[in-house]
Nanobody, 122 residues
Framework: QMQLVESGGGLVQAGDSLRLSCVAS????????MGWFRQAPGKEREFVAV???????VYADSVKGRFTAFRDNAKNSVYLQMESLKPEDTAVYYC????????????????WGQGTQVTVSS
């Protein structure tokens, strides 16, 4: 089992920045692609970003240029730096781990954190 614990969510204003963190334990972190997903009220969970060892990242079009996902394998951690936040970014954000190659679909991920709420006011 891998445990994932997110932190860093909160209430911010449009245009503000926020950094989410996710700390993993229980498995060899570097073997896992780490994804960020989000779920707004009444909507399905959606892909935000994925990063893997070696520095590769992929972003959803809706966050490209505003969000940056990066990881520190020495700290078993992955981060999501969010800039120029918009009200439509309001959601519960989850980090997730997938063994092996990165994927964009939530059902392909093996482990999930509990989520952290991000609320962006206009």
């Amino acid at each position: 089992q891998m445990q994932l614990v997110e932190s860093g969510g909160g209430l911010v204003q449009a245009g503000d920045s926020l950094r989410l963190s996710c700390v993993a334990s229980g498995r060899t972190f570097s073997n896992y692609a780490m994804g960020w997903f989000r779920q707004a009220p009444g909507k399905e969970r959606e892909f935000v970003a994925v990063t893997w060892s070696g520095g590769g990242t992929v972003y959803a079009d809706s966050v490209k240029g505003r969000f940056t996902a990066f990881r520190d394998n020495a700290k078993n951690s992955v981060y999501l730096q969010m800039e120029s936040l918009k009200p439509e970014d309001t959601a519960v954000y989850y980090c997730a781990a997938k063994y092996g190659p990165p994927r964009l679909k939530s059902y392909e991920y093996d482990y999930w954190g509990q989520g952290t709420q991000v609320t962006v006011s206009s």
